[in-house]
């Protein structure tokens, strides 16, 4: 088969700087797609909730043998077999375990607690946007906010930030379902350069304790043999990329669809109390997480199919928020009054629902209220470079003038 004749090709040039055509197409001809490649494809926001809440396994163990199975069997035997430990990777009780160690640090009482430090960062990377008069948004605020927030949850020493954000950059696209030889083997290569690093910082921790979510997972190690040394290493690398990875996304893509819809930006200027609901239908507009993916172990009856147990599924979580009969006739459409737009599934749903959702509104809302409110003039000052990724997408990029 031809790149021309599959109905999805993540691969084809301009997928990822606009990828919502292509989900279009899938939800209108074949919303539960099985693709050449050996994986199966949910588009719907019906079929995608329901996987969410089905309790199926997220364990590649179980998987059956093809495309998908070498590729993580690859990935596995090189650099990320640690990594695989964390509780994305996990389903109960190994799940419920992993999950219980580090959930009082994301209640809505802590995480509110931490809005007087958010809005100190994301002043003080608007002061720096303001002196200049222009700057990268990515680089000034979408990545330093969150990375500087997570860490501080942590208790991380100073790091090289850069480092990290190059090599979680590498992670990620372990997430996707189709990729390169030449992309796994880098991937190996940032894996185990990460796990090396937390290894070293979990040294370091333990040697300087303090009151941070570090020291408690620590001390729940050391207690009750709760977890491994891996294990702690898997949770702490999992905390550590997407307490950033997909925060600079809101923060960017939400910009990009503000600057995009000038009437709505500046509804969102005139009325502060948009703020709240604007987060989610940016969310819903353009996810920061595109896809997910359960496992069966038996046989799956969706959309009038049959999915085999042992299959890969993809739960394609940007259609499903674009999804007409759910979000009306103008779901291609940001409209930041959207009545109900925090139906969208960004965050997921069921056990793996988004153990940070309540931290990524809130630094998204502070992020984006103040800078559209500090700037009347905001622009984009050229164009958007996008970081080439299927399921993580968003701006490598985001030159703005103020």
């Keep these: 088969m031809t790149d021309t004749e599959l109905l999805f090709n993540p691969l084809e040039p301009g997928f990822t700087d606009d990828p919502y055509p292509a989900y279009r197409r899938l939800r209108a001809e074949d919303p539960v797609h099985e693709h050449p490649f050996g994986f199966w494809l949910l588009t719907s926001h019906e079929d995608v909730s329901a996987i969410l809440r089905s309790g199926l396994s997220v364990d590649a163990r179980h998987l059956g043998d093809g495309v998908v199975r070498e590729q993580i069997d690859t990935l596995d035997e090189d650099g990320l077999r640690v990594i695989r430990m964390s509780m994305l990777d996990a389903d109960p009780p190994d799940h419920t375990r992993l999950r219980s160690l580090v959930t009082k640090a994301f209640t809505r009482r802590a995480v509110a607690a931490l809005e007087p430090r958010i809005t100190e960062l994301v002043d003080a990377a608007l002061d720096t946007l303001a002196d200049a008069g222009h700057g990268d948004l990515v680089e000034t605020l979408a990545f330093p906010l969150p990375f500087e927030v997570i860490s501080g949850m942590l208790g991380m020493p100073p790091t090289d930030a850069e480092r990290i954000r190059r090599l979680s950059g590498k992670l990620v696209l372990s997430l996707e379902a189709v990729l390169e030889p030449e992309v796994l083997e880098e991937i190996s290569r940032a894996g185990e350069e990460l796990t090396g690093l937390t290894r070293e910082l979990i040294a370091w921790k ?10 408690a997972l620590i001390a729940a190690e050391e207690d009750g043999d709760r977890l491994s040394d891996d294990e702690l290493i898997a949770q702490v690398i999992l905390l550590y990329v997407a307490g950033h990875e997909t925060t600079v996304n809101l923060i960017a893509n939400g910009t990009v669809a503000l600057l995009r819809h000038p009437d709505q930006l500046a509804a969102l200027r005139e009325n502060p109390v948009l703020a709240a609901n604007a987060v989610e239908e940016l969310l819903r507009y353009d996810s920061p997480v595109q896809q997910t993916r359960r496992i069966t172990l038996a046989p799956y009856s969706v959309g009038g199919r049959e999915i085999p147990a042992h299959s890969f599924v993809i739960a394609c979580l940007a259609s499903a928020n674009r999804d007409e ?12 009054d959207r009545e109900n737009a925090r139906q969208h599934v960004s965050f997921g749903a069921g056990p793996h629902h988004c153990l940070g959702a309540i931290l990524a509104r809130l630094e998204g809302r502070v992020a984006l209220e103040r800078l559209v409110r500090r700037f009347p003039r905001l622009s984009l000052d050229g164009e958007v470079e996008w970081n080439g990724r299927i399921n993580l997408r968003g701006p490598a990029r985001l030159p703005v003038a103020v």
């Design 206 to 215: 333990r040697a300087n304790p303090a009151d941070d979510l570090l020291t």
């Design 325 to 336: 009969s759910v979000f009306g006739p103008d779901a291609e459409l940001l409209r930041l």
